[in-house]
């Protein structure tokens, strides 16, 4: 039979801002087969007796297996057909075989040792019984009789359909693997040497859904996830597959978190074509002749070196800002340092009002957001295809992105985000 093992990670939009704890993320895996594999399964292990005893008014009765048991799924309850074949005895006589069907239910759930349980309810017969059978002087009502020899049926049937779906799924063999192998940073991009790192810490499990002949056990791996550029961070110590819960409802949201850095180096290169040996001003001009970034106190700093009305050292200070209501990382309190601008005060006052602030403001925007796509780029590297474990691999998407406080350092901006989006695992 087919049995596929789907992991689905939903990466949703998150409101919290990544400057504080990122919440746990749940990888979702659902373990899921058919109605009609199902039924394979147990018809193999079915016996063709299932029942040989006494009956009542001093019959004797056997119940053969008469064909392969029907099993179907919907509303959350597994439902099986037992077709039979009764065979009522006393003394000399007996019966003709009699036809019926015996019709059960189950429902199944997981226990906190990963075994599955169910449990198995008799529900009647088919319609296609006799209403009364001669047994030589008898007069035999089989509907009613039939109601002594279901339980000794369904004590025999309930362990075979629990066996045949633990073999079947080995639901604890399936998982205990992809634990483990969670606790170990995964190479995303080989060239920038960055990894994912997940923190797993339990497992949850949803109640079994059994819907339009479809079988489905959903599973929540809550761990922390985040993406790491550098050497390959330490592995955490694996813990054991721990059993088990079964809340009424599990968080599937994802957080995906990374860091971007944006190098100073890079916004030199970016401001080069818009500040080097361009000139700002009207009635009164400067030409920048060089530049260059750094930071001091939470800013960055940009340097200028200029000749024509003024000639000498301007500074320009930007701040990055972060926007929860918009998103957006930003530059603002773009403005000249007037602590070393001396005579430019009053003297100068026309460089204040000129171009050149506007500009350098436009192009750090503008540099930020180009980084962010490709922050968004390497986050769906992350998720679009990534092997996992020798047999699961990580397919999915990256549809945005959730900014937080940008922390300047000495050669960078370093910006916190969080991806949103959705994936998959696939096993082969």
Known sequence: MLWRLMFVVLVLFS??????????????????????????????????ELYKGQSS?????????????????????????????????????ESYPLQAGLRFKARVSVAPDWRLKSELYYTGLSDNLADTV????????????V???????QRLLAPIIDARINDAILLRDKVTPLWQQAFSPVLVNKEFSTWLKLTPQRIVISPMQAVNNQIRISLGVITGA?????????AAAV????PVEQPATFDKNFHLQLVTDIFFKDLVAALH??????????DKKITVRKFNIESSGGRLNVNLTSTGDFEGELTVLARPVYNPQTNLLTFEDVDFDTRNAGWLISAGSWLFSSKIRSTIKEKLDSAVADQLVKARTKASTALSSLQLTERARLVGTVRSLTLGDATVLTDRLSIHVVAQGEAGLLLK
């Open 15 to 48: 409101t919290v801002s990544i400057s504080q704890a990122v919440p746990l993320s749940s990888i979702n895996l659902s373990v899921e087969t058919t109605a009609a594999d199902l039924s394979a399964l147990v018809n193999r292990s079915l016996p063709q």
């Open 147 to 153: 109601e002594g020899i279901t339980q000794p049926v």
């Open 273 to 282: 074509p818009v500040l080097l040996d361009k000139t700002f001003g009207e």
């Open 226 to 234: 985040e993406i790491t550029v550098g050497p390959k961070p330490a």
């Open 134 to 145: 001669k047994l030589g002087l008898l007069s035999l009502k089989p509907k009613s009789m």
């Open 57 to 93: 008014l001093g019959t004797s009765v056997k119940v053969l297996r008469s064909g392969p048991i029907l099993i179907t799924a919907n509303d959350n309850f597994i439902y099986l057909t037992l077709p039979v074949q009764l065979t009522f005895s006393y003394g000399l006589y």
């Open 239 to 242: 813990r054991a597959l721990p």
